[in-house]
């Protein structure tokens, strides 16, 4: 099992910035990747930016140029730098894991609780 545990969110006004951070423990196979999705009211769960842990990055387009997605060296972190965040940002963000197991598959998805970000107009 993998546990994640989120910090960052909150109350920001349009413009402004927020970093998010995950820290992962528990079964963390070498090769893995993590990830922000966010979800928000009566919208589906949605790709925000992903990073491997061969430092491989995938970004959302409403993503790119404005968030970047990091790892720290122990790959059991992973950040999200959003910077000019708009209205439409607002949403619950979760981290993800998910493992590549021996013989090449992967793992379902290991989630966080969730962190609430707010961007006010």
């Known amino acids: 099992q993998v546990q994640l545990m989120e910090s960052g969110g909150g109350l920001v006004q349009a413009g402004g910035s927020l970093t998010l951070s995950c820290v992962a423990s528990?079964?963390?196979?070498?090769?893995?990747?993590m990830g922000w999705y966010r979800q928000a009211p009566e919208k589906e769960r949605e790709l925000v930016a992903g990073?491997?842990?061969?430092?491989?990055?995938d970004y959302a387009d409403f993503a790119k140029g404005r968030f970047t997605i990091s790892r720290d060296n122990a790959k059991t972190t992973v950040s999200l730098q959003m910077n000019n965040l708009k209205p439409e940002d607002t949403a619950i963000y979760y981290c993800?894991?998910?493992?590549?197991?021996?013989?090449?598959?992967?793992?379902?998805?290991?989630w966080g609780q969730g962190t609430q970000v707010t961007v006010s107009s």
């Open positions: 990073m491997t842990s061969r430092g491989t990055t």
């Open positions: 993800a894991l998910v493992n590549l197991r021996d013989g090449g598959s992967l793992s379902d998805p290991f």
């Open positions: 528990g079964s963390i196979y070498s090769i893995n990747a």
